[in-house]
């Protein structure tokens, strides 16, 4: 079976540009996590969806922020302006049912220059 | 609020025993244990619910004191594979799906 997918894996742009991380997380999972992962704050829940629907965003870091779930197959991460302290890891992450293993996508690598 | 884990770094030598220990200042109800090597995604160890329960496959078990608020994983005979960096995860007893991790802790192993 395939697991998590994102992308790109990798990504490096200029303060200011617009970066869109995408995620298809494993058939038949009903939730969805995006966290973010820098050697100062380890690993950070960002947003989670159940059934599509956005539960919590509380760790959304600003405005600059959204996340977006438009099927069950596919979900957006997108940064817009973004900025040198965005420069992180971000992981998509998936799961069946409430509490169960989540399993983790190979993570998107954001570089702002 | 973050949970929190110690040791942050541990080195040893292979064949050694290691604990990690996580700590929450809410009521749990669900423990997740990862371990995430250099570079790559994290990779589920196990989950261990409300209730005092202990688990254990191969060398690598845990215990979770729902009281104290209170998880430890502990490494026995620790291989060289066992090298990575371990978050515990944390529900809380809210009834939400939300998974806080910890710190993290480092743990090296040599020959």
Redesign the interface.
């Known amino acids: 079976d395939a697991g998590v997918i994102q992308s790109p894996r990798h990504e490096v742009t200029e303060m200011g540009q617009e970066v869109t991380l995408r995620c298809k997380p494993i058939s038949g999972h009903d939730y969805l996590f995006w966290y973010r992962q820098t050697m100062m704050r380890g690993l950070e829940l960002l947003i989670y969806f159940n059934n599509n629907v956005p539960i919590d965003d509380s760790g959304m870091p600003e405005d600059r922020f959204s996340a977006k779930m438009p099927n069950a197959s596919f979900s957006t991460l997108k940064i817009q302006p973004s900025e040198p302290r965005d420069s992180a890891v971000y992981f998509c992450a998936s799961s069946y049912g409430r509490i169960t293993t989540i399993y983790f996508g190979e993570g998107s690598w954001l570089t702002v220059v | 609020q973050?949970p929190v884990q110690s040791p942050q770094a541990v080195i040893l030598r292979e064949g050694e025993d290691a604990v990690i220990n996580c700590s929450s200042s809410k009521a749990l109800?669900?423990v997740?244990w990862y371990r995430q090597k250099h570079g790559?995604?994290?990779?589920?160890l196990m989950?261990l619910?409300k209730g005092g329960e202990q688990k254990g496959h191969d060398k690598i078990s845990a215990s979770f004191n729902e009281k104290k608020q209170q998880s430890s994983l502990y490494l026995t005979a620790s291989q060289l594979s066992y090298s990575g960096t371990y978050?515990c995860?944390l529900?809380d007893d809210g009834g939400?799906?939300?998974?806080?991790?910890?710190?993290?802790t480092r743990l090296t192993i040599i020959p």
């Open positions: 973050q109800y669900s997740h790559e995604a994290p990779i589920f989950i619910l978050f995860g529900q939400n799906e939300k998974l806080t991790f910890g710190t993290g």
